[in-house]
């Protein structure tokens, strides 16, 4: 019984659970603008540009292929620019429906920020709405990581 048990424990350290990183950035496949979006002057892109649109009603959408269903976490991530809005609207597309959350893009540029996790079948769609004349909204990244399940399988016996 013990050398089963050690066995258990070996395999168990061995194959230890992975969390899937996929990334979009703005200037990648898999992206689409509605309404003028420009490079943006903003500092600590991810990637090579940024960009922003001051344009009420322009979107940036990202849409990212999901390689197995599950739970994510949502990032995404900006520029630092001094006229940043305080009030950007996100919608996450996921599979129970479509969620909008609202970010401060005047705090925590060049960095990955955190929105949420949701659960996604296949595609991740996260779409970012411009809504100011007088601020810009930026628009750069999008990483998703999986939250992988680590719970043993229910019918595993451990003696």
């Keep these: ?3 089963l ?5 070996f395999v168990v350290l061995l194959n230890p659970i ?7 950035d703005n200037d990648s496949a898999g992206t ?3 309404g003028i979006w420009q490079p ?7 990637g090579t ?9 322009a979107t940036y959408r990202f849409t990212l292929s999901i390689p197995e269903p599950g739970l994510y976490d949502v990032n995404l991530w900006w520029t630092e620019f001094f006229n940043r809005s305080t009030n950007v609207a996100i919608d996450v ?4 429906g479509t969620e909008t959350i609202f970010v401060n893009q005047k705090q925590n540029g060049g960095q990955w920020n955190n ?10 769609v996260v779409i970012i709405h411009s809504n100011s004349t007088s601020k810009s909204t930026g628009a750069d990244a999008v990483q998703l990581i999986s939250i992988p399940d680590d719970l043993p399988p229910d019918d595993l016996e451990i003696i």
């Design 115 to 124: 929105i949420g996790s949701w659960y996604f079948a296949t595609d991740a």
């Design 49 to 57: 540009q940024s960009l922003y649109s001051r344009e009420i009603g």
């Design 40 to 46: 943006s002057s903003g500092k600590n892109t991810y």
């Design 1 to 3: 019984m013990r050398h």
């Design 93 to 96: 597309v996921h599979r129970d």
């Design 32 to 34: 689409e603008a509605t």
């Design 18 to 24: 992975h969390a899937a990183e996929i990334i979009v």
């Design 5 to 9: 048990l050690f066995l258990l424990i």
